[in-house]
């Protein structure tokens, strides 16, 4: 028994050092890049620009593409590329075609400074906005590349060594890039442009490694990829379809501004409350925009302006097969766990380096102790939560997970009454790194296990989306809320919201006991 289990502890080495294994290292690298050049790193840059917390928080809508990747994600997995998909293939171009739009929207914000006025603000929302919407694309056809490239049993090393990547380019895109700028003489009250200009273009400049990356690996081999072909005119019909629902989208948030502006004075009186009554705005807004995409989308298809066999094998079957095979109930309540899960630790990582700045830490302290001590603490939750999901099951390390994400919320509150100790500092981003790893290991092994291998692209897609929708819209509202509530306030409501988490995973942690449904093979682990 013990010989057998070195032999395995041998062949899960050997793996790490497969060709599709490393590559996908090279590839986390290059989608854990831009997360933080639109979260953190950003918040600081707009902080010491002078841009108030508020709007600064308003900056992480920017990453909404990342919840709406459903969207296109069938457009991206089945339409070619003129010449790039002959010279690289469907995966490595649409890569390609990702990595240039990241790049591009790095440099626009590099070459824009925020504290110049407020066309200056918007013009950096729009990058941001092109470098979420790059960056969530490249994200989709890496999750397709790392599937079909390689075989089911380097699914689980690859999948290891893309997260380490990963990690590593948050450590370079968030450290790195506070180093930079702390280095360069950025500072807050003594703000100083060129410093995160240049530091934006280094950032731009470290995506060369992925842009290699995608240059020299191979294409996935033929036989392993099945596509539809539905017709040149087909996929240019339906990316049209996506750019007219996307335009209406657009449409819609300009033409009421001015509306929802008018509308929070009278709601704000009536409910006693300005910063409750913007969000009810924003989000009937938001809904607005969502529906008006919606009619455009289904008026186009009816009056076949698009395929409606490519839209229903698209949208519709995947999205069904998850129904038929969970049953309508049951569906719901994975959706409902997946779409709330993460909102503790969304929310309050938006403003968490705005807080630490605003506790009287420098950049160069947030960036060793948060940024490198952080990442180390959160692989060390990884690999404690992998190994906890095996032993006892992912369910159960879910709502240990989801438990420790919400109580270790409230040492922020201790902190923010002791004020900045580097012990006290040293603690909190032990414990909340360390549960936010664990959480996060677990609930990516149940995202998997609720895949259908037919429909892993789109249906992978839907679940990624759904998971960071809810808490990445409310998370707009943190500073906001901080103004409104204080830092002790703030971090105690984030705590409470774990709760309904907690309970989701206990009514599902029951089915799984008594329901033989449950207990088969899509949530085991």
């Known amino acids: 028994m013990t010989k057998k289990m070195f032999s395995g502890w041998r062949e899960s080495l050997a793996a790490f050092w497969h060709p599709r294994v490393i590559t996908m290292l090279f590839f986390g690298f290059s989608a854990g890049v831009p997360i933080l050049l639109i979260f953190s790193s950003l918040s600081l840059w707009l902080r010491e620009a002078g841009v108030e917390r508020s709007a600064v928080t308003f900056f992480s809508w920017a990453a909404l593409g990342y919840s709406f990747k459903y969207v296109w994600a069938p457009l991206v997995d089945q339409m070619p590329l003129p ?28 070459f824009t400074d925020p504290a110049s006025g407020h066309h200056q603000l918007t013009v950096m929302a729009m990058a941001a906005v092109l470098l979420g919407f790059s960056s969530a694309n490249q994200d989709i056809v890496i999750d397709a590349y790392r599937i079909e490239s390689a075989g089911e049993a ?9 997260i380490a990547g990963y990690r590593i380019g948050m450590l370079v895109a968030g450290a790195g890039a506070l180093f930079l700028a702390d280095a360069l ?44 072909e539905y017709g040149t005119m ?25 509306l929802a502006a008018a509308m929070k004075i009278p709601l704000g009186q009536l409910v006693a409350n300005d910063h409750l009554a913007g969000f009810v705005v924003e989000g009937m807004r938001l809904a607005g925009g969502i529906g008006v995409a919606v009619l455009i989308a289904r008026g186009m298809t009816a009056a076949g302006f698009v395929d409606k066999v490519m839209v229903r094998t698209s949208y519709v079957t995947p999205i069904s097969e998850f129904y ?29 380096n705005v807080f630490y700045q605003d506790l009287g830490f420098s950049k160069s302290q947030i960036a060793g102790v948060v940024k490198t001590f952080g ?21 159960r390390i879910l709502f240990t997970g989801a438990l420790l994400a919400s109580l270790t919320n409230l040492l922020f509150v201790a902190m923010a009454n002791v004020g900045p100790s580097m012990p006290m ?13 664990l959480a996060s290991a677990a609930f990516v092994a149940f995202l998997s296990s ?72 899509p949530l085991a682990t």
């Open 324 to 352: 038929n095979r969970y049953g309508r109930s049951l569906a719901w309540l994975l959706l409902s766990l997946i779409g709330l899960y993460r909102v503790s630790d969304i929310v309050l990582g938006v403003i968490s």
């Open 450 to 521: 609720l895949t259908n291998i037919r429909f892993t692209g789109v249906q992978y897609a839907l679940f990624s989306s759904l998971m960071t929708l809810f808490p990445k819209t409310f998370s707009g509202y943190s500073g906001t809320m901080v103004d409104t509530l204080g830092y002790p306030g703030f971090f105690t409501m984030t705590a409470v919201m774990g709760l309904p988490v907690l309970v989701l995973v206990l009514t599902l942690l029951f089915l799984s006991l008594v329901t033989e449904q449950v207990m088969e093979e």
């Open 83 to 110: 010449l790039l998909t002959r010279w690289l293939g469907r995966r490595r171009g649409w890569i390609l075609v990702s990595q240039a739009g990241i790049v591009t929207a790095i440099l626009w914000m590099a």
């Open 185 to 228: 003489g950025s500072a807050k009250g003594a703000y100083l442009y060129d410093a995160w200009r240049t530091t934006y273009m280094a950032m731009a400049g470290v995506m060369g490694i992925g842009i290699i990356t995608t240059l020299m690996v191979k294409e996935p081999a033929p036989e392993q990829v099945v596509y539809r």
């Open 234 to 258: 087909a996929y240019v019909r339906a990316f049209v379809l996506f750019l007219l629902a996307a335009a209406g989208f657009v449409l819609w948030f300009s033409q009421t501004a001015g």
């Open 425 to 437: 500092l040293y603690l909190v981003i032990s414990a909340d790194n360390l549960a936010a790893g």
């Open 375 to 395: 990442l180390l603490m959160t692989i060390a939750g990884g690999f404690l939560g992998g190994m906890l999901s095996v032993r006892f099951g992912v369910i």
């Open 154 to 162: 380097l699914q689980a090393m690859m999948a290891s060594a893309y």
